[in-house]
């Protein structure tokens, strides 16, 4: 397997403008985590997916940001309006089984850049 | 929710010394700590686990130790090598979510030779 694959790989953009952040999980996995990572704050955790479904979202900063996952294979991360504030790294994992059952495994994320 | 401190941020030592990292977690009921790696440019990996019914467990040059009662738990790695040079993260399984990872801030290690 190719691991987990986030697209694009950088993201430049104008504040006001929407972003949409893709990830593919590793086969087979029934977990999925958001993550941001920035130097003030280190890795939050965003949202995370059980068999598709959402299962805690308490991590998203507010209602410009949204995550779907609409089948097994495939996740999106959208912010809309972007801001400055938003620049960041954005991480994708998967998991086999809860964490702490397995390994998270993460894609190699997504450099957003908001100007 | 959980929440995890992570001392210190950065670390700097010479080649075939020892490095310790610190983290202290808040959810007595966490039952799970990994450690990850991230290399520049790519996403953490985890290098080694520790659960709470277990002290210490070592993994070659790395070791990790757990002290449930004063909800801390340390990375310790021997002999240090230029490729260990990176950020490491600990973390903490978040039983209110029940299967979420709760991060620290991380700790930039440098090894110079």
């Known amino acids: 397997d190719a691991g987990v694959i986030q697209s694009p790989r950088h993201e430049v953009t104008e504040m006001g403008q929407e972003v949409t952040l893709r990830c593919k999980p590793i086969s087979g996995h029934d977990y999925l985590f958001w993550y941001r990572q920035t130097m003030m704050r280190g890795l939050e955790l965003l949202i995370y997916?059980?068999?598709?479904?959402?299962?805690?979202d308490s991590g998203m900063p507010e209602d410009r940001f949204s995550a779907k996952m609409p089948n097994a294979s495939f996740s999106t991360l959208k912010i809309q309006p972007s801001e400055p504030r938003d620049s960041a790294v954005y991480f994708c994992a998967s998991s086999l089984r809860p964490a702490g059952d397995t390994e998270a495994f993460f894609g190699q994320g997504t450099r957003l850049t908001v100007v | 929710g959980e929440n995890v401190e992570q001392h210190p941020s950065t670390l700097s030592v010479q080649e075939g010394d020892s490095a310790v990292i610190k983290c202290t977690y808040s959810?007595?009921?966490?039952?799970?700590f990994p450690w990850y790696k991230q290399e520049l440019g790519k996403g953490p990996q985890l290098i080694i686990d520790?659960?709470?019914?277990?002290g210490e467990k070592k993994d070659q040059r790395i070791a990790v130790t757990l002290n449930k009662t004063a909800k801390h738990f340390s990375l310790h790695i021997t002999e240090t090598q230029p490729e260990d040079s990176a950020v490491y993260f600990c973390?903490?399984?978040?039983?209110?979510?029940?299967?979420?990872?709760?991060f620290g801030k991380g700790t930039t290690l440098s090894v110079s030779s």
């Open positions: 959810d007595s009921a966490s039952n799970y």
């Open positions: 520790i659960r709470s019914n277990v």
């Open positions: 997916f059980n068999n598709n479904v959402p299962i805690d």
């Open positions: 973390a903490a399984r978040w039983t209110q979510a029940g299967t979420a990872l709760i």
